[in-house]
């Protein structure tokens, strides 16, 4: 097929046709020629017929046609009106809009339209397991073995150290976007012995098992690119269990006392953390309980300073404290357990 542009001017109609028409700002063509361009432009989606497309809509900007560039973001005006060399032509544009829709160099001028909203898929959880080692001092007043009257406490973590058998101290945090999930457990158990004096009891022996077990919800109620801020609440839980052995001397006689005590304290706390520069961070953290529910008082404090040695493992050296006053009965526990701690933290 052939058309004519002009008085005697004939192009076939091939991909740069349409460029033609619409370059020559001056020439008028019939809305049937229009129809067919059209049609054939609509099947011709190549990167030179875009290229072509392209060139026509800053030929039209140039040459001032308002009317054609309102109808391509429009995509609803089957047609417009322009004038040309006097004459009154209605023309189609009909391949301009079609190439619009199926061309993203168009949509690049104008904004585009929001898309549709993907579901929200939550993310798995992170998992830290921190293991550390906690060289507490003790301080406080205790009586454990009622109608025993309360004992002073003032022991060095030398003294602790000197008597101790064994301790695991361990945590496990699991995060899922903004919530976090903490457990934090402790157990230690310290037996010291003495000579008595007389000659029917030779000795004495007191071993002494303590154990803690925390459990916390925090929510991150401040995610920012330097400071995070995360404040929750939970329950600790604790077990003392001691006994008491008098060792026979020339009475033969040997006295076993046992004597055990458990509570659970609510606690609500918080936890800061500050990013600084390169893989250095800190991290502070506290919180307060009991509230007459379990134990009198209780409080917590921990400081420390972190080094990201990768993007899984973390080492991390502070200063950790907890206290507790609890009471029931003769039975006491007016302690604090204060001292320097080492930990590192695995990630996955």
Known sequence: MRFAIGANQEYPLEQNAFRRVFTNPGACFQSQNALAIGAKWQDQRSANVRNDLNKVHLSV???GHAALRAAVPALGSVSTTVKCQGKTVRYLAIGVITASLATPAWASDFSQPPSPHQPLIAS???FFITSYIWATAID??????PPLPAAAINLSFRDVLKELNGAMMASLEMRIGRWGFLVDGQFSQVTSAGALPGPFFSSVKLRSQTTTVQGSILHRVYDGPTVSLDVGGG???WNLNNKLEILP?????RIDHRDSEMWADPIVGARLGIKLS???SLTAAGDIGGFDIGAKFTWQALGSVNYAWSESLTLKAGYRAIHVDYRNG???YNV???GPALAVTYRF
């Open 124 to 126: 798995g959880p992170s």
């Open 61 to 63: 900007r140039n040459v």
């Open 140 to 145: 406080g007043k205790s009586a454990t073995f």
């Open 336 to 338: 604090t357990q204060h």
């Open 249 to 253: 001397g020339l009475a033969n006689l």
């Open 235 to 237: 329950v600790r839980f």
């Open 278 to 280: 390169g893989p250095w």
């Open 330 to 332: 003769g039975f006491s």
